[in-house]
């Protein structure tokens, strides 16, 4: 969740650039979404001074329809003022800091790898439950409701399906396939320590290899060339062969969205593909922060963004998938953003209670 600019296709005619959809590794000057409505309100008053006032608190990547947000300000009377503080990682750590004097009466953004700090810390108000969608309860960390989640997407290796059939390469179809000989210096990858993104990658490797084993991939990868960035926008739109900077690298970790927007102009191939082996699962939540000025207000937004019409337009806005079951995906990203049927997963709990050491031990191996 670091990246600010769209994939396009270096190969035209054979590549299209991809739809306006990757906003949510792609916020475009002019877009016509949520940051419209967000300079509307951002200069409101914090943590909703007055019962008609609510301020949520999200990363940099927050972004849905304009139309949507006005009507949820209409219809409930609210004026909502959108706070963005850079990663996922860093607003998990700025509510953290501030949670005996919130910034505001929500938030919006903190994912798996960051979330049970939150709970841990007190930053969330407990009382304050929020009413879920059918399917969302598969998502819930410890079952509670107050922390609800929101969206969902998976981490995990791209290719260029050109770049690798034109180079007789047989596309990876594993984490093992980063270390072969003839893929060496192939693939770009994110600094863990920078990134959300590239934190989960980590997290995947932990989950496939073991804790005792992470480290020696890891090692072994820098030893086959393996470039790391310090962000997605680093990594996909510039070292990404199949990005708009037409990099030298054909292999990106990216999302298993990612090929959704990457589709030819009839819509029936991509140029792009994920690999399913590698997808670590994602999951962005939500809450009332404790000691929130107008935590009505705060729980009427949440459980509209868990509304039929935004969990529909969630996908086609910042590029995750949906919780709730009664929401419906576009075309491109039902046949070209397929989940992985057994993505990789870490419980939060140990992700928080072992993350630094995980980093510290990744740090080591490839001797950043």
Known sequence: MTATTTPTSPNAPRRTAPAPILTRRALLAGSAAVTAATALTACGKKGGDDANTITVLTHDDFNLPEDLLAAFQKD???????????????LANQLVLTKDAPLGDAFFGVDNSFISRL????????????????????????GAAAIAPIDFGEVALNYDVAYLTDHGLTPPASFEDLTKPENK??????????STTGLCFLLATIAHFGEDGFADYWKRLVANGAKIVEGWTAAYSVDFSAGEGRGAYPIVLSYSSSPAATVSAD??????????????????????????????GAKAFIEWLLTKDVQTAIPDSMYMYPVSAEA??????????????????????????????WLAAWTEAVGQ
């Open 119 to 142: 709970a841990a810390s007190g930053v969330v108000d407990p009382a304050s439950t929020i009413t879920l969608p059918a399917g969302a309860e598969d998502y819930l960390v410890d």
């Open 76 to 90: 409930s009377g609210l004026t909502v003022s959108i706070s963005k503080s850079g990663s996922g990682g860093e």
């Open 185 to 194: 210096g192939l693939a770009v990858l994110i600094n863990p320590s920078t």
């Open 267 to 296: 819509g029936t191939t991509s140029t792009t593909a994920s690999v399913p082996a590698t997808a670590f699962r994602q999951i962005e939540y939500a809450g009332v922060l404790a000691g929130a000025k107008n935590p009505s």
């Open 328 to 357: 419906t995906l576009s075309p491109a990203m039902t046949t070209f953003g397929a989940l992985s049927a057994s993505p990789l997963a870490l419980d939060p709990a140990a992700i928080a209670d072992k993350r630094e050491t």
